[in-house]
Antibody, heavy 117, light 106 residues
């Protein structure tokens, strides 16, 4: 069974960074793409970007190019997203999602990032 | 960037009622994908490649469309269908979601 386990909630101060993790079990991430999506409180879904863990190639939505950095560690089957220069507007739930037989076939449970001084 | 416009934003349907949610793209896309999200949970793949139902999705759901106009239809609304539905295009980067349609049961 494929499962995506995300790291716990984060409380970050404005101007700092946080690094979220998404550990995959049941499937080798080298064989797929890992996506990250956010959802601000009471709002819709927003695609941040995706990484190909096999080679580290990344694609970002324009607005997240200087905000998010996606990496992956194939030895631990884990994807990461670092969010830098946190602002209150970055307060959101961040999901990782994995392509499998179809796009975004599996999702993590989400990590709540709260930005507050 | 391809912008997806969903309508309606919110709606309520009675049990047994037919429901249609539309998603219009600012440029032509090859396929449309749909996700269901219930409050406090992660989204679930619901319809992929415009008209294929994801595993476990009841056959009262269907998807159709082409080019810039797509729709998700429920032939007969049930209480368990109350959720927010999002369309997604993957024809070009960045991938983009529609703003969502919140469907409630009357």
């Amino acid at each position: 069974e494929v499962q995506l386990q995300q790291s716990g909630a984060e409380l970050g101060k404005p101007g700092t960074s946080v690094k979220l993790s998404c550990k995959v079990s049941g499937y080798n991430i080298r064989s797929t793409y890992m996506h990250w999506v956010n959802q601000r409180p009471g709002k819709g879904l927003e695609w941040i970007g995706r990484i190909d863990p096999a080679n580290g190639n990344t694609i970002y939505a324009e607005k997240f190019k200087s905000k998010a950095t996606l990496t992956a560690d194939t030895s631990s089957n884990t994807a990461y997203m670092q969010l830098s220069q946190l602002k209150s507007d970055d307060t959101a739930i961040y999901f990782c999602a994995m392509d499998y037989d179809l796009l975004f076939a599996y999702w993590g449970q989400g990590t709540l990032v709260t930005v507050s001084s | 960037e391809i912008v997806l416009t969903q309508s309606p934003t919110t709606m309520a349907a009675s049990p047994g009622e037919k429901v249609t949610i539309t998603c219009r793209a600012s440029s032509s896309v090859s396929y449309m994908h749909w996700f269901q999200q219930k409050s406090g949970t992660s989204p679930k793949p619901w319809i992929y490649d415009t008209s294929k139902l994801a595993s476990g999705v009841p056959d009262r759901f269907s998807g159709s469309g082409s080019g810039t106009s797509y729709s998700l239809t429920i032939s007969s609304m049930e209480a368990e269908d109350a959720a927010t539905y999002y369309c997604l295009q993957r024809s070009s980067y960045p991938l983009t979601f529609g703003s969502g349609t919140k469907l409630e049961i009357k």
